[in-house]
């Protein structure tokens, strides 16, 4: 029943910040790519940043808060397949972060968008726009690099799109409030848990760490 059980903490600011500023992000890229002309500049910054991020979402999936961390949520086959046959029954049991099948789609997602931001550094449309190391390497590489770039758009919009529908889904049929608990961090558990800490100081410095590698590594 919705409202009982144990109000928990389980995610902590700088995982919903994270999310968060990724959204808004990914949103900012995708417009700005469509827009073209001087929009690039923009599509080109939040580039930039999203790779900073995802970078920092990697160091944090080893060091951050129990629920943000990998060994948390990364599963292997046998529980994913346990999990999706349970996964059109209401009475299933909670996880308190990711589930074994959304912990995986975290990982697709990592990867897709580091691999987007990574090959931006690259890709060139040979008229107006090319990213900043472009020139540090062969044709041959900027254009596969600017292929990839392509293609992964596709790729990024499947799962997005995967994701909001699973976030739709779970809202709708299984009465679970994923995107609240994004926002303010907790969730109703069925038995009393530890609050995850926030660890901002922590967060900030590794933040700080990515950000300052993507500065130097684009020349700015």
Do not use: C
Request: charged share 10%.
């Amino acid at each position: 029943m919705a409202g009982a059980g144990h109000r928990t903490r389980v995610w902590d600011l700088p995982t919903r910040l994270f999310h968060w500023a990724l959204v808004a992000l990914v949103i900012t890229s995708f417009v700005t790519a469509k827009v073209g002309g001087n929009a690039m500049t923009w599509h080109i910054y939040s580039g930039y940043a999203i790779l900073a991020l995802v970078l920092f979402r990697v160091v944090w999936g080893f060091v951050g808060g129990r629920e943000s961390r990998f060994a948390s949520f990364v599963k292997g086959p046998g529980a994913v397949v346990r999990y999706v046959g349970t996964l059109f029954d209401r009475q299933a049991a909670h996880h308190a972060g990711h589930n074994p099948l959304g912990g995986w789609s975290v990982v697709l997602m990592i990867l897709s968008l580091g691999t987007q931001a990574a090959t931006g550094l690259f890709a060139s449309d040979d008229i107006f726009v090319e990213g900043p190391l472009a020139a540090k390497v062969s044709g041959a590489t900027v254009k596969l690099a600017t292929s990839i770039h392509h293609w992964n758009e596709w790729v990024l919009i499947g799962l997005v799109s995967l994701h909001v529908a699973a976030i739709a889904f779970y809202a709708l049929y299984k009465r679970e409030k994923l995107v609240h608990a994004m926002v303010h961090g907790h969730k109703v558990l069925p038995a009393p848990g530890e609050h995850v800490p926030n660890r901002t100081l922590l967060a900030a410095t590794i933040l700080g760490v990515t950000g300052a590698f993507v500065y130097w590594l684009v020349g700015a």
